[in-house]
Structures are given as C-alpha cells and as structure tokens.
C-alpha cells in the first residue's frame, strides 16, 4: 500500500514541476497569480490614503497649537515688560516729583526775597531824597509815580516797574513797621496769600 502511494506521488511531481516553467516567471510584463494577490488592489488605496491624510492633518494642527503658544508666549512676556516699566516710571514720579515741587517752592522763595531786598533799596533811596519813608496810603506806588504835592524832591522813578510777587500777588507795606518800628515792613503772603501761614503759606518779610 505504502508502496503503491510513493509510486503515485513520484509520478505526480514531474507533472506538476513542468507545469511551472521559469519563462513564465521570468517573462517580461507577465505577472503570476501570487503577485497579483500580493500586491494591493486599486479597492484599498482610498483607506490607506485618507490615513495618511488624517495624519498630515494631525501633525499641521500640532504644528499650529506650537505656533499659537509661542504667539501667546511672546504676548505675555511683552505685558509684563510693559507692566515694569510703568511700575519703575511709577517709582521714578512719586520720588523725583516731591523733589520738583520742593525745587520750584525754593525758587519762588528766593525770587520773593530777592524782590523784597530791591523794594527795600528803593525805599531807602525814596527816603534820602525824601527825607520820609512813604505813608500807608501811599504804598509802593510812589516808588514809580510821583506823590502828589510833593513831587520836587521826588527823583524816581526808583524801580522800572512794581512787580507782583512769584504767586501773583501784590508786595504788602506797612509803615510803621510792627517788626521794624523805626522803619516799615515789607513782605509776600507767601503760597497762601494770606496773613501769616506757615510751611509753604509762610509770609517772607524784611523781618527774616
């Protein structure tokens, strides 16, 4: 029986060897039925390509929220650049401006004295021409403009102009003096414009 078997099969394999020739491997342009298996038909291409559509579209999108962040990054960083320097020009103001004001204080200061020594001179000059200081009534004005009756001894005008102090108001004369009873007193109200005042409202007299 075994024998019988072998005998068949070695009569079956020659059959089926010849029919696999090596032309029809090696033929050009021809194709065996396992390589047209092999290969993917036509049917599946549409899937494989719509994955590697949605792949591209992943990757665009991930490159997109990179790029979004760092947009948003950049913006952040920028404000809290700006935030900064308002603080440091914040900082600059509140100690540089009480400075300035102090400054300018000063400086009115000194020009209020240094009107108050000219009035003074010119008073003192009013006097030797005089022999009198001006009356209360007469005030400062005389020291431009003539008094009436008695304008022979008069040589002024003693000052070109009669200026107001460095707020605006008018140089107060007083004779005779509370301070200077021989004499007069002569002062600026100050910042204030009033009567006494202290600190910045302080008076500036001829007293000081």
Same mark, same amino acid.
């Given at each position: 029986m075994k024998r019988d078997n072998l005998k068949e099969l070695s009569q079956r394999a020659p059959a089926e060897?010849?029919? =696999?020739? &090596? @032309?029809?491997? !090696? =033929? &050009? /342009?021809?194709?065996?039925?396992?390589?047209?298996?092999a290969v993917p038909q036509s049917s599946t291409l549409p899937a494989l390509s719509s994955g590697? +559509?949605?792949?591209?579209?992943? %990757?665009?999108? !991930?490159?997109?929220?990179?790029?979004? !962040?760092?947009?948003? *990054?950049?913006? /952040?960083?920028?404000l809290i650049e700006i935030m900064v320097v308002v603080a440091v020009i914040g900082i600059l103001a509140a100690a540089i401006i009480p400075q300035f004001m102090?400054?300018?204080h000063?400086?009115?200061?000194? @020009?209020?004295? +240094? $009107?108050?020594?000219?009035?003074?001179? @010119?008073?003192?000059?009013?006097? %030797? $021409?005089?022999?009198?200081? &001006?009356t209360a009534d007469e005030g400062l004005k005389v020291l431009v403009d003539a008094p009436s009756g008695d304008d022979k001894k008069w040589r002024g005008p003693y000052i070109k102009q009669l =200026?107001?102090?460095p707020w605006g108001n008018s140089y107060q004369? =007083?004779? &005779? *003096?509370?301070? $200077?009873t021989a004499s007069f007193d002569l002062w600026s109200r100050g910042a204030d414009g009033a009567d006494g005042g202290e600190?910045? *409202? @302080?008076?500036i007299g001829n007293w000081q």
């Amino acid at each position: 029986m075994k024998r019988d078997n072998l005998k068949e099969l070695s009569q079956r394999a020659p059959a089926e060897l010849s029919l =696999r020739r &090596p @032309a029809d491997v !090696l =033929r &050009p /342009g021809h194709r065996s039925a396992e390589f047209h298996s092999a290969v993917p038909q036509s049917s599946t291409l549409p899937a494989l390509s719509s994955g590697c +559509g949605s792949d591209r579209l992943q %990757v665009e999108n !991930l490159r997109y929220s990179r790029v979004k !962040l760092c947009a948003t *990054g950049a913006r /952040g960083f920028t404000l809290i650049e700006i935030m900064v320097v308002v603080a440091v020009i914040g900082i600059l103001a509140a100690a540089i401006i009480p400075q300035f004001m102090t400054t300018k204080h000063d400086a009115r200061v000194s @020009a209020a004295k +240094g $009107h108050i020594a000219e009035l003074e001179a @010119a008073l003192e000059r009013f006097n %030797v $021409h005089m022999d009198r200081y &001006p009356t209360a009534d007469e005030g400062l004005k005389v020291l431009v403009d003539a008094p009436s009756g008695d304008d022979k001894k008069w040589r002024g005008p003693y000052i070109k102009q009669l =200026r107001p102090d460095p707020w605006g108001n008018s140089y107060q004369y =007083r004779y &005779p *003096g509370v301070h $200077h009873t021989a004499s007069f007193d002569l002062w600026s109200r100050g910042a204030d414009g009033a009567d006494g005042g202290e600190g910045e *409202g @302080a008076d500036i007299g001829n007293w000081q």
